[in-house]
């Protein structure tokens, strides 16, 4: 009789096991899904973000040429004006 009881407490607790875990079971593939695309958009973040570095790397070189020019042309502007 106690080995009834037992095994019935044993298959209920598997039983509502099961039933808890289903529902996590059911959203795996989606959530695997939604992790992908989380990944991908890591990656296109990454690439945008080396893009913005190197972009901010130009805009430096550029900022400094147009200052070394605006020195040479007050130097020539200077010059014209002796």
Same mark, same amino acid.
């Given at each position: 009789m106690v080995t009834w /009881?037992?095994? !019935?407490?044993?298959v209920s607790a598997f039983v509502v096991l099961g039933l808890a875990a289903r529902?996590? %079971?059911? *959203?795996l593939p989606r %959530? *695997? *899904?939604a992790a992908l695309?989380? +990944?991908q958009r890591q990656q296109q !973040?990454?690439? %945008?973000? =080396? @893009?913005a570095t190197a972009l901010q790397g130009r805009a430096e070189v550029? +900022? *400094? $040429? %147009? =200052?070394t020019t605006e020195q040479r042309l $007050? /130097? /020539?502007? !200077?010059?014209? @004006? +002796?």
């Open positions: /009881i037992v095994v !019935a407490v044993v529902p996590v %079971l059911v *959203r %959530l *695997r *899904r695309r989380l +990944q !973040a990454e690439s %945008l973000l =080396a @893009g550029m +900022q *400094r $040429t %147009l =200052a $007050t /130097i /020539i502007k !200077a010059k014209r @004006g +002796q």
